[in-house]
């Protein structure tokens, strides 16, 4: 059955909405909601600095139509808030999830997200890596490397923007790196390596300070996977705040001191490094936006070094 419930809300909506899940939560309180994100449009998820409760908070709202999605996030999140309650590198608990509202209210740690503090580079790569480091940890588990899923994927790719059922920029070019994955995979096959439950999102936005520690948010992926996935993710994201070759060098050598663990052969980072960055290349249109434009520059640059960076 198709759903006619709205995914998304628009500020009003949402603010009153928030306000109800928190009245629920902390009846006699009168707090006040700061946003945390522009509210120029309606937002899948919108979220709230929550002021005025018995303790600091962010109450974060989906649309009815994303109550699956608000649901799985706050489960998620309670597991992984409780495997990392201390330390360098933490995750906010949860205070409550209000089901009927799809609202998850949180501890606020009190900073700001990593994006607006990435200009300091070096610094932030570091926190960022040590913080992945110390999430991945919670699952990490030896595995041989096997990239016949990627390559699967890279065929499926090639075949699609041959005969124009996928468009996007560049297909030459595009073609031609999907062939060169094929001799990378040949000698990273069976290589050691490790599987883990990646985040899925890791982008700068989804850390925050506060506290003197380093806070993940944004959860809901409880699945193994590739835990480079997240680290391509931060490395991409870094080259996007980073001007120019040094300053993206010196933050992936932050970000790499910062994970510290070798997790995977240099010959299966680099097969990697290449196919993640090419998914990025396969999701950008034609006509991209300017965050579109600024990914696939930052993934051609990763795309041209015949060594890993990540
Ligand atoms: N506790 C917090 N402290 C500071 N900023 C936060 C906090 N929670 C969320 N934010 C900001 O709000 C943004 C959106 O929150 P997030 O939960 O990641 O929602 P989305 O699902 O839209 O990515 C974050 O990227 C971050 O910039
Ligand atoms: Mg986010």
Redesign the pocket.
Known sequence: MVSHLPTHLDAEKALAVALAALGALWPRRAVTLTPLKPLTKPLRATVFRVAGGPRPAVAKVWGPGNAARAAAQAARQAEVAAAMACGPCRVPGVLGFDAARNTLIMTDPGGESLRTLGERGAAVAAQAGGWLAAFHDLSLRAHPFRPAGHLAWAADLKDAVRSGTRILPEPEDFAARIDALTPLARAARGSPACRAVTHR?M?L??LVTGGGAIWG??FENARQDEPLRDLFTLALDLCILAPGATGRETALAALRQGYRREIATPEARLFLQQAFALGVWANTPVMPSRRQAARLEAAQWMLGFGEPVI
């Open positions: 999102d982008t936005a989804n948010i944004d």
